[in-house]
């Protein structure tokens, strides 16, 4: 076996020679809830998607909603059909199959020999060519062949050795063309894995080869190339990526920001890896969860890029014009009604319940800031809340810095503190004289000697 060239190690999802089964997807805990008050259109949904990414999020969905596994498992079944990843479908049928109450679904015993059989062949003849080419030291040939011998391994579903050679055709490329083909193959394979914390090393690697291959800024040919379709769709997929290794870290700023300047056309990854109406979706809970109404403002309801995604998602407008509209007992009856939407995304679903609560916190301070005093049963109302939980929320806030008050516990009202600028200006500068004073006793030690 060769050794990895790159400087990072082998992801720990991908170290295993099996597909992505369904014991390997990521589940949060708890079941989702499928109603009335709680709608999600299963085969609209995944329509959207196309390839591995619609079987991946169909098996998602079947493992956290028990009301939509039937027919999550179903499309699954149908996407790896057409496919060649004969161990993902043998797992996905046992899975369907174990489902209570289900008709049991016979294996089809043509498709899995004759796939087995074709997949062995075309194994066997890549790898024969691989031989030939680095026998012969043609150097663009042996890249070529890691090129298809990855897209093999990933459509297979093993995943490991998809980056293997996807990594090791690194060594034949001879221009930066080369390597952000390359990137952008990584990248597909670590974002379909959900492994964020890699996704840096190749979107900067990736970024690096796109300045080099860009001709002088100062020339024609560097301001046509600049704007040409495909650049942009390779930045596109730059920021996406980027966003998406924001998110996956918990830096939900960060995140707002790549996804608010994204450009909207993705190329081949548009239903591939995501969706316009994912990326409205993400990029607004970060821009909730994290900015400040201003900014919110300025960059995303008066985005002309960010315009075009929010097109996509009605119900994510409704929630952004009821936040700046400090109609916060609307933006969380919204929030809890799409839950579902939310809580079956396979990039989203982990963190649904950190920016809820960071949305949730924004819109407390907000609504407390014109107050002096304020009843918590008002708050509460206001929300949508219980008193009992209104003031656990606001006793967290207090503790956190983030509201800058005292409860009254008696009379169930909450006080801002007094503020003195003076006595702020005063201690101030104490302190700065504190400081000076200091450091003058430094220097004069010094002088001594």
């Known amino acids: 076996m060769t050794s990895t060239p790159e400087d990072i190690e082998l992801p720990e999802a991908a170290q295993t020679t099996a597909g992505p089964s369904v014991a390997s997807l990521k589940v949060t805990a708890g079941q989702v809830v499928v109603d009335e008050n709680h709608p999600f259109d299963l085969d609209a949904y995944l329509s959207s998607y196309t390839g591995r990414t619609a079987y991946m999020r169909a098996v998602f969905i079947a493992q956290r909603c028990p009301s939509l596994a039937p027919q999550a498992y179903q499309t699954a079944l149908g996407h790896l059909l057409q496919g060649s990843d004969v161990q993902s479908y043998v797992t996905v049928l046992s899975a369907y199959n174990s489902l209570p109450g289900v008709t049991q679904a016979p294996q089809d015993q043509e498709y899995v020999?004759?796939?087995?059989?074709?997949?062995?062949?075309?194994?066997?003849?890549?790898?024969?060519?691989?031989?030939?080419?680095?026998?012969?030291?043609?150097?663009?040939?042996?890249?070529?062949?890691?090129?298809?011998?990855?897209?093999?391994?990933?459509?297979?579903?093993?995943?490991?050795?998809?980056?293997?050679?996807?990594?090791?055709?690194?060594?034949?490329?001879?221009?930066?063309?080369?390597?952000?083909?390359?990137?952008?193959?990584?990248?597909?394979?670590?974002?379909?894995?959900?492994?964020?914390?890699?996704?840096?090393?190749?979107?900067?690697?990736?970024?690096?080869?796109?300045?080099?291959?860009?001709?002088?800024?100062?020339?024609?040919?560097?301001?046509?190339?600049?704007?040409?379709?495909?650049?942009?769709?390779?930045?596109?997929?730059?920021?996406?990526?980027?966003?998406?290794?924001?998110?996956?870290?918990?830096?939900?700023?960060?995140?707002?920001?790549?996804?608010?300047?994204?450009?909207?056309?993705?190329?081949?990854?548009?239903?591939?890896?995501?969706?316009?109406?994912?990326?409205?979706?993400?990029?607004?809970?970060?821009?909730?969860?994290?900015?400040?109404?201003?900014?919110?403002?300025?960059?995303?309801?008066?985005?002309?890029t960010f315009g075009y995604y929010l097109e996509q998602e009605p119900y994510i407008r409704d929630i952004l014009d009821a936040y700046m509209g400090s109609k916060f007992k609307d933006v969380l009856l919204l929030m809890e009604r799409y839950s579902a939407r939310h809580l079956l995304d396979i990039h989203l679903a982990h963190h649904v319940p950190t920016l809820a609560q960071q949305i949730r916190n924004r819109a407390l301070v907000l609504y407390f800031q014109p107050f002096a005093t304020v009843h918590l049963e008002r708050m509460a109302a206001a929300f949508g809340m219980d008193l009992a939980d209104m003031e656990a929320n606001i006793v967290k806030l207090i503790e956190e810095g983030l509201i800058k008050a005292r409860i009254d516990s008696q009379n169930k009202i909450l006080k801002a503190k007094d503020h003195d600028p003076r006595v702020e200006l005063y201690n101030r500068a104490v302190a700065a004289g504190l400081d000076t004073e200091a450091s003058t006793r430094k220097l004069l030690w010094r002088m001594k000697l």
């Open 113 to 304: 020999d004759k796939t087995i059989a074709n997949n062995t062949k075309e194994k066997d003849r890549l790898e024969v060519d691989l031989k030939t080419y680095a026998a012969n030291m043609i150097k663009e040939s042996v890249r070529l062949s890691h090129r298809e011998l990855g897209r093999y391994y990933y459509n297979t579903g093993d995943y490991a050795a998809a980056l293997r050679n996807h990594m090791k055709s690194r060594e034949f490329c001879t221009n930066a063309t080369h390597v952000i083909e390359m990137c952008i193959s990584v990248l597909e394979i670590l974002l379909e894995q959900q492994n964020y914390a890699h996704l840096s090393t190749y979107i900067y690697k990736a970024e690096t080869a796109l300045d080099a291959s860009q001709p002088a800024k100062n020339s024609k040919a560097g301001t046509a190339a600049a704007g040409s379709p495909e650049r942009l769709k390779i930045q596109a997929k730059l920021e996406f990526a980027s966003a998406m290794a924001e998110m996956g870290a918990g830096r939900y700023d960060k995140a707002a920001y790549a996804f608010l300047k994204m450009k909207n056309d993705l190329g081949d990854w548009n239903g591939k890896v995501v969706t316009p109406s994912d990326i409205a979706i993400y990029g607004t809970l970060c821009a909730l969860a994290s900015l400040s109404r201003s900014a919110i403002k300025a960059a995303v309801l008066e985005s002309e």
